[in-house]
């Protein structure tokens, strides 16, 4: 209680950032490149991941958990760095919880961002979206980016394998190759008019390599972490009142649901400097 109530009366506070998994570091890395200035809180789930293949309820509930965690630590904006959070949870939380929950708080996600950026780059209006079956299912994309762009198309295609593939550190192996190569087939052959490929997960561009290698010469393919960075940097410009509240330090620090010796030397790899994880329970 005691402490619930000396974090509430924090004025600054990190910027928050939470995934199922891993996922969200290759955001994170972009944004901390671009936005270096902020500190940073960074939650994985890992010990609940992956979320793409759970019931939307399940990752409503845990999304919340995340977020309510991440409110405790002062945190006056959290970026969901997960599209299966973004899809699934998103909406809920803002029209729902937050009005009562901290409603001069504000959580992001990272769907929006990214479909502002698909008119820049078809030229067929054919659009596809890799994501979690979550993702897929929700139609969050073709929803999102039939209401911006009228008459483009959007060609959904689920990747169950993907996330667990870059969970269990099988990125670089023989497995991944063939399961990138035939998603990456099964969507092309669906549509060959495609140009546009969306990597509608976070945790897509640690199969970067393979995706690169797989996808046909000339079809253009969409990673988050630059965009979520620049749209960021955009809404803290636009908006003074909660940039304020984010603390100046250049610092970040780790949380994971899982074991910290597990996730911290992967992690390390991925944003490029020493991790070292504290463990919570949301
Ligand atoms: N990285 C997340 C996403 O962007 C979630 C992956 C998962 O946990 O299934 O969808």
């Known amino acids: 209680m005691i402490s619930t109530i000396h974090n509430m009366d924090i004025d600054k506070a990190p910027i928050g950032v939470f995934d199922s998994g891993f996922g969200g570091l290759t955001i994170l890395r972009d944004i901390r490149k671009r936005l270096s200035q902020y500190d940073y809180l960074f939650v994985g789930d890992n010990a609940r991941a992956p979320y793409g293949t759970r019931s939307r309820e399940l990752v409503y509930e845990f999304t919340l958990q995340a977020v309510k965690h991440l409110f405790a630590q002062g945190c006056h904006l959290i970026i969901l760095a997960c599209n299966t959070a973004s899809a699934e949870a998103l909406r809920t939380i803002q029209q729902q919880d937050l009005p009562t929950l901290a409603p001069d708080r504000r959580v992001l996600g ?6 502002e950026k698909v008119g820049e780059l078809t030229h067929t209006g054919h659009i596809g979206v890799f994501g979690t079956p979550g993702t897929i299912a929700s139609r969050s994309y073709n929803i999102e980016i039939e209401e911006m762009y009228p008459g483009y198309k959007v060609h959904g295609h689920a990747c169950p394998m993907w996330v667990p593939l870059v969970e269990n550190r099988e990125s670089g192996g023989d497995g991944a ?11 092309m052959s669906e ?13 897509y561009p640690l199969l970067i390599d393979k995706i690169n290698r797989y ?17 960021l940097a955009d809404y803290l410009q636009r908006h003074p009142e909660i940039e304020r509240h984010c603390s100046k330090g250049g610092s970040c620090r780790y949380f994971t649901t ?10 390390s790899v991925f944003v490029n400097e020493p991790v070292k994880a504290q463990r919570i329970i949301l």
């Open 110 to 115: 990272v769907v929006r961002p990214t479909v």
């Open 177 to 187: 190759d063939y399961f990138v190569k035939k998603d990456i087939d099964l969507l």
């Open 191 to 203: 549509c060959p008019d495609i140009d546009t490929v969306i990597l509608g997960c976070t945790h």
């Open 215 to 231: 996808t046909p010469q000339g079809v253009n393919i969409i990673q988050q972490g630059p965009i979520v960075a620049d749209s």
């Open 258 to 267: 899982e074991d910290p010796d597990h996730f911290s030397p992967l992690a």
